[in-house]
């Protein structure tokens, strides 16, 4: 259902944007997370975008990354600029139909990695000198 790609080897300070595809969904009525998970460290939410025009973002990765979607192409982005050694991991795109909320205490909360129904294969991002 969805794909990623964009990963790679970048040095820190540096700049990937990574894409996810979405060809089998409805996008407009799905919001699209996107995650990451280091080795030996526990899935972490990184950033979402609601279906209904709300984005929310890990507070290590606020103001250097950005995600954006568009319907159209069916496509999701996480333009991540600044990257640094902590930010190596793979990366995942999720998808769950409907809107997630940006408050911990909610069923739907966005950080909530079983709430998505739709996963990608992951995509590597390597922050090193």
């Known amino acids: 259902q969805l794909v990623e790609s964009g990963g790679g080897l970048v040095q820190p300070g540096g700049s990937l944007r990574l894409s996810c595809e979405t060809p089998?969904?409805?996008?407009?009525?799905?919001?699209i997370g996107w995650f990451r998970q280091a080795p030996g460290k526990e899935r972490e939410g990184v950033s979402c975008?609601?279906?209904?025009?709300?984005?929310y973002y890990r507070d290590s990765v606020k103001g250097r990354f950005t995600v954006s979607r568009d319907n159209a192409k069916k496509m999701v982005y996480l333009q991540m600029d600044n990257l640094k050694p902590d930010d190596t991991a793979t990366y995942y795109c999720?998808?769950?139909?409907?809107?997630?909320?940006?408050?911990?205490?909610?069923?739907?909360?966005?950080?909530?990695?079983?709430?998505?129904?739709?996963w990608g294969q992951g995509t590597r991002v390597t922050v090193s000198s």
């Open positions: 975008t609601t279906n209904d025009g709300h984005t």
């Open positions: 999720a998808a769950e139909y409907g809107t997630l909320s940006h408050a911990s205490s909610s069923y739907y909360f966005w950080e909530n990695a079983a709430r998505y129904d739709y």
């Open positions: 089998g969904l409805t996008l407009p009525a799905y919001s």
